[in-house]
């Protein structure tokens, strides 16, 4: 019996512009034909891509303040419980309770904590902890980094259909269209 290779499963499709107008168009384009996983690619940022893509509001400032404020009440009140509770120290007759002197520490703890709830937060909402990813197999995409922009159609988009989304990336005129295995 003879062994059969099976066809490696697609990823998606991408096709390859010159200008990043003509990626800006394409991305309108796409979003407005109905499809919503799919993501482009470009060597420098963009004004306005997120919008044409249809990108939802950023995660990451919520997720900074939000860990801001936990730093902040976090920092108060392990100062409040030490002085007040764990171990009470009456120094030169003030209160226990004097909170004028947390505020430095209560200021670090928030500084602290949305420091790292910036950096986990990009680093998780950008999965850039994703060491990799199916467009890096094909040739033409190492130009993304210099000169090329490219938009990629994902197969698990509930409106892809190879033949379909083959036609639409045609119609949007790219220097090339590849498929994307996984």
Excluded at 31 to 44: E, L, N, Q, S, W
């Amino acid at each position: 019996m003879a062994h059969v290779e099976a066809e490696p499963k697609l990823y998606g499709l991408m096709a390859e512009f010159e200008t990043p107008e003509q990626l800006l168009e394409a991305a309108r384009r796409t979003r407005d034909a109905g499809y919503r996983k799919f993501d482009c690619y470009t060597p420098f940022p963009i004004h306005g891509l997120t919008a044409a893509m249809g990108v939802k509001e950023a995660k990451v400032p919520w997720t900074v303040f939000i860990m801001g404020l936990l730093g902040a009440i976090g920092a108060f009140s392990l100062q409040v419980w030490t002085s007040t509770v764990d171990y009470p120290l009456n120094v030169g007759g003030r209160d226990l309770l004097s909170w004028p002197y947390f505020i430095p520490i209560t200021f670090e703890g928030m500084v602290l904590a949305a420091a790292f709830g910036a950096f986990f937060g990009t680093h998780i909402y950008n999965r850039m902890l994703t060491y990799y990813h199916p467009v890096f197999n094909v040739p033409q995409f190492a130009r993304a980094s210099t000169d090329r922009f490219f938009v990629c159609i994902e197969s698990k988009d509930p409106k892809f259909n190879r033949d379909e989304a083959y036609q639409f990336l045609q119609s949007l005129n790219p220097l090339s269209i590849t498929e994307v295995p996984e």
